[in-house]
């Protein structure tokens, strides 16, 4: 049992572990947010879907280092420790954001403005390709007995905090600002804001420990070993980003994707498709921990095949039931609902991928499964987009959904984690094993 004063620190780290995963999705957001002004400052095109399009392109484009970045920095981190690595990581996304939020317009620069804000993204998602999955390592390595997916639901909960500061800081913006300043220069605003967050950031990451786990070991394999152990492990690579996939879909379905899809799609004021993503920031940060405390007692599986099953069931027909009355009311109710979805599996998603990577591999071998979902889910904004205007059905998205879900719920039933992090992983669990030895 922890201490006052325990408990206190281990707070204390758990927040300065995920503030950098806070930097990472709040660019995101707002990267989504304002897709479509970014796209007309830096992609002028023929029509307004050209331009957005490039926009989203770009958004994807920072998916596709993720896995580079995880392969990399993913067998740094797990050779050189855990506490480097994420300030390595955090430096590189500071890269990125600076790049994105400096850069002059096409009308100023012509061609170079698109390829500075395309290497910015670039830099951005080879940080972030390992960002996500250090930090759930460390987490899950300074957890307390019994509690492990509650501590490592924080690294989501950290996320939703971007998400809805991010929403915020968007909502007061559209509602302050004439919409022709907002869409010229104002969105330039919340990426500033992101800049003056790094050098805080970056200070109380730097005072974060080792964690004891990692400093325990006695053989940290090199990056070659660390290579050569992820080929020979690659069924796990490949279930890991089958059981991500779903997660990523529906987060960005229900976040960055939101006030693209309110206010393009559904037409719906850009303030209200803000606030609405603001709410779910608000409900995914509520049921995250909650799930991830539940997962801990009653197994990760079972939660993962519940809300897998139910986003196959109700994803599309919540979707359609939105667009055929398109409303604040039913934007706010669908998306709440695709938030507990999406909360509920990804409360045991994440903890249970740490629980079947091998621990010398554990960093690269999450973040490589992870990124490479991503990769697919992180183009959620652009596939969707891409899908309505190809069928001129506007709850497309609820059926792409709906796939991941299906292709997570045969992973989950399949799926095992290691014998070892089995026993840790619920006091149920714990208490078999006692008592059979």
Excluded at 12 to 21: C, E, I, Y
Excluded at 128 to 133: Q, S, W
Excluded at 194 to 206: A, E, K
Excluded at 374 to 384: D, E, W
């Amino acid at each position: 049992m922890l201490t006052s004063a325990q408990r206190k620190e281990k707070l204390k780290t758990v927040v300065r572990v995920a503030s950098g995963n806070f930097l990472e999705m709040y660019d995101f957001m707002v990267f989504g947010y304002f897709s479509a002004a970014i796209g007309r400052a830096y992609f002028p095109a023929s029509s307004e879907f050209a331009s957005l399009m490039f926009s989203l392109t770009t958004f994807a484009v920072g998916f596709l280092m993720r896995p580079l970045g995880a392969i990399f920095l993913g067998a740094y981190i797990d050779h050189i420790g855990r506490r480097k690595g994420l300030l390595v990581t955090l430096s590189l996304m500071s890269i990125g954001t600076l790049t994105i939020a400096l850069v002059p317009g096409y009308e100023t620069i012509g061609l170079f403005a698109p390829i500075l804000v395309v290497l910015g993204r670039l830099c951005q998602g080879f940080s972030a390709g390992v960002e996500l999955g250090g930090v759930s390592v460390y987490l899950s390595e300074i957890a307390t007995p019994g509690h492990k997916g509650f501590y490592v639901s924080w690294q989501s909960g950290s996320q939703q905090v971007a998400v809805a500061f991010a929403g915020v800081l968007g909502y007061a913006l559209s509602n302050w600002m004439p919409p022709e300043a907002l869409q010229a220069w104002g969105w330039r605003i919340p990426l500033i804001v992101g800049c003056l967050i790094i050098p805080f950031i970056y200070m109380i990451r730097r005072t974060l420990q080792e964690t004891e786990e990692f400093a325990a070991r006695k053989h940290h394999p090199s990056p070659s070993e660390i290579y050569a152990s992820m080929l020979t492990h690659w069924r796990i690579i490949f279930t890991g980003v089958a059981l991500v996939l779903m997660t990523t879909v529906s987060f960005y379905t229900i976040t960055a994707y939101t006030p693209t899809f309110g206010k393009d799609i559904l037409k719906l004021s850009q303030s209200d498709a803000l606030l609405v993503t603001l709410c779910v920031g608000v409900s995914n940060l509520i049921w995250l921990p909650l799930m991830g405390s539940f997962s801990d007692r009653i197994g990760r599986r079972p939660l993962l095949l519940f809300f897998s099953g139910i986003a196959i069931l109700t994803a599309y027909p919540a979707m359609s039931w939105l667009v055929n009355d398109a409303s604040f009311a039913r934007l706010l109710a669908v998306e709440l609902w695709l938030s507990f979805i999406y909360a509920g599996y990804n409360g045991a998603m994440v903890v249970h991928l740490t629980e079947i990577v091998p621990a010398a591999v554990r960093t690269a071998g999450f973040s490589l499964a992870y990124s490479l979902a991503t990769t697919i889910g992180g183009s959620t904004p652009v596939i969707a987009t891409y899908l309505i205007h190809e069928t001129g059905n506007r709850a497309m998205p609820g059926a792409w959904l709906s796939l991941a879900a299906v292709i997570a719920f045969v992973t989950a039933w399949i799926s095992r984690p290691r014998k070892d992090a089995r026993q840790q992983s619920t006091p149920l669990s714990r208490s078999i094993s006692s008592t059979s030895t």
